[in-house]
């Protein structure tokens, strides 16, 4: 009797050890994603390289534009094309790391137009957008500039407000008959809420990127 006993006991462990493995194995995956996807929205989350968040004054300024301006690339599609920058990572003023784009609310890019100037001034060209993180956080979300929709309104100064998906501003100054086909970025800035800014331009802009990124209109 008591060895029946031992005998169902023992079958009882293995039942109930195999009933945890198996409820175990079902909760790990969904506990990893979660997790992981938790982690990856976390500043700590970046590339090591790109936090900038121990630094401070020239050194701090220096290595956000060149993160900002060496990472920037042109997106191009059909009706579209977009600007994507460098992301990183600083320290808020409590001490704990942030985002930039936690930290700055909109990115403005200014660009130059390979066209007649008007009244000795060249055509300029402004965008506007949120600063949002990409789904790859070390880079910022591309601004993208409906190309094909510019094309098709008259030419002329001022403020064009686009909404279908990202909401964008392009503005435009020293336009004449035709726009312009080829846009020189000019400078590059990241704007807080707070009015602080961050911004590169001129002889800075041509020491993180000397060859010239121009977006054209095709």
Same mark, same amino acid.
Not at 155 to 177: L, M, S
């Given at each position: 009797m008591i060895r029946h006993l031992q005998v169902f006991g023992l079958l009882a462990v293995f039942v109930g050890l195999g009933c945890w493995f198996t409820w #175990?194995?079902?909760e790990s995956p969904a506990s990893a994603v979660s997790l992981s996807f938790a982690g990856s929205r976390d500043p700590a989350a970046i590339r090591k390289s790109y936090d900038f968040s121990e630094l401070d004054g020239l050194a701090l300024s220096q290595a956000t534009k060149q993160r900002l301006i060496a990472g920037a690339k042109l997106l191009k599609e059909p009706s579209q094309v977009g600007v994507e920058l460098g992301h990183f990572v600083v320290r808020k003023g409590s001490g704990e790391k942030m985002f930039a784009c936690n930290k700055y609310e909109d990115v403005i890019l200014e660009f130059e137009g390979d066209g007649m100037a008007v009244a000795g001034q060249k055509p300029m060209m402004e965008v506007e957008g949120e600063c949002e993180i990409?789904?790859? +956080? =070390? @880079? +910022? #979300?591309?601004? *993208? +500039?409906?190309? $094909? &929709? +510019?094309?098709?309104?008259?030419? $002329?100064?001022?403020? !064009?407000? !686009? @909404?279908?998906?990202?909401?964008? &501003?392009?503005? !435009?100054? =020293?336009?004449?008959?035709? *726009?312009?086909? $080829? *846009?020189v970025l000019k400078s590059v800035r990241l704007q807080a809420p707070s009015g602080e800014s961050l911004k590169i331009e001129g002889d800075e802009l041509r020491q993180y990127i000397p060859k010239p990124m121009v977006l054209e209109f095709q």
């Open positions: #175990s194995s079902q990409s789904a790859d +956080i =070390n @880079r +910022i #979300s591309p601004l *993208w +500039i409906p190309v $094909a &929709k +510019i094309l098709g309104e008259p030419v $002329a100064e001022g403020e !064009f407000d !686009f @909404r279908d998906g990202r909401p964008i &501003k392009v503005k !435009f100054a =020293n336009v004449a008959d035709q *726009w312009p086909v $080829a *846009w």
